[in-house]
């Protein structure tokens, strides 16, 4: 059974850049989509990108110019990285596999990073 | 930019009603809509996907229906479990695979 875990700071100053890690066990991640997904506390949710293949990437237009991922493959981990946050970026921060591109069929439990000084 | 128009935003029913969400999408998506559950604190769970297809380990309760622009999602015989709010999300245009607004499930 595939499992995704992320991890990384809960707490990150406006400006600086928000890093964090989604360990997956129980399968590989040079096989399927690795995505990246938020949600704002108390709102929906809004895709961010998704990386396969180990290299290749997609972002959502509207942070494209910000967001980073990137994988591991050595430690079966990706990665997301969003500069230049503000307090806007504040949210749950989930990580997920997805088949076919689009269909997330496997979620992390999901990680509050909240941009405050 | 593919909007997803979800309604209602919340309803409220009775163990053992039937259930019904829309999704409607802003340009043609074809089939390519999914259906999460999302318990409160937890992470959405994937329930139908390509708009009819039942996840795998998904009761049969649930199901989803539709094609192009409008789309639609159903609960029958409503279960204390089902309490969740519910989104539609479309990957026709990934990059931009957009989901809709929620629809808060409660039980009366």
């Known amino acids: 059974q595939v499992q995704l875990q992320e991890s990384g700071p809960g707490l990150v100053s406006p400006s600086e850049t928000l890093s964090l890690t989604c360990t997956v066990s129980g399968g590989s991640i040079n096989n399927y989509y690795w995505s990246w997904i938020r949600q704002p506390p108390g709102k929906g949710l809004e895709w961010i990108g998704y990386?396969?293949?180990?290299?290749?990437?997609s972002y959502s237009p509207s942070l494209k110019s910000r967001v980073t991922i990137s994988a591991d493959t050595s430690e079966n981990q990706f990665s997301l990285k969003l500069i230049s946050v503000t307090p806007a970026d504040t949210a749950f921060y989930f990580c997920a596999r997805a088949r076919g591109g689009g269909i997330q069929d496997h979620w992390g439990q999901g990680t509050l990073v909240t941009v405050s000084s | 930019d593919i909007q997803m128009t979800q309604s209602p935003s919340s309803l409220s029913a009775s163990v053992g009603d039937r259930v019904t969400i829309t999704c409607q999408a802003s340009q043609d998506i074809g089939n390519y809509l999914n259906w999460y559950q999302q318990r409160p604190g937890k992470a959405p769970k994937l329930l139908i996907y390509?708009?009819?297809n039942l996840e795998t380990g998904v009761p049969s309760r649930f199901s989803g229906s539709g094609s192009g622009t409008d789309f639609t999602f159903h609960i029958t015989n409503l279960q204390p479990e089902d309490v969740a709010t519910y989104y539609c999300?479309?990957?026709?245009?990934?990059?931009?695979?957009?989901f809709g607004g929620g629809t808060k499930v409660e039980i009366k």
């Open positions: 999300q479309q990957y026709d245009n990934v990059p931009q695979a957009t």
């Open positions: 390509d708009a009819s």
């Open positions: 990386i396969y293949y180990r290299v290749h990437t």
